[in-house]
């Protein structure tokens, strides 16, 4: 079964309020069996439009990207981060 990835790219415009949000999301990660491969690191935006934040998430499903995503506790994470940041995510499946 091909895996699932979370693909997230965020402005954020409060890093100290965010660190709230990255907690609570890494909690809920650590439960849905994510596995983080890139988070926040050295970028460089080779065309288009670049975020100040980058997030590379594998599940073990397309299917378990979605449960997490979707999932209550990540959904209280969400509510912590639209205040003070701007994203955009995928969900992505692996060949």
């Known amino acids: ?3 699932g990835y979370l693909i997230g ?9 965010y660190k709230a949000y990255a907690a609570k999301a ?10 983080v491969l890139a ?24 299917e378990q990207a979605k449960t997490y995503f979707f999932s ?9 981060r639209w205040p003070v940041s701007v994203g955009d995510f995928i969900i992505l499946e692996g060949v």
């Open 39 to 62: 988070r926040g690191g050295r970028f460089e935006i080779a065309e288009g439009e670049g975020r100040t934040r980058n997030v590379v998430i594998e599940f073990e499903s397309f």
């Open 26 to 35: 890494t909690a809920a990660i650590a439960q849905y069996g994510g596995k």
């Open 1 to 3: 079964m091909p895996k």
């Open 72 to 80: 209550p506790e990540y959904l209280e994470a969400r509510k912590l």
């Open 9 to 17: 790219r965020v402005s954020v415009h409060d890093p100290e309020a």
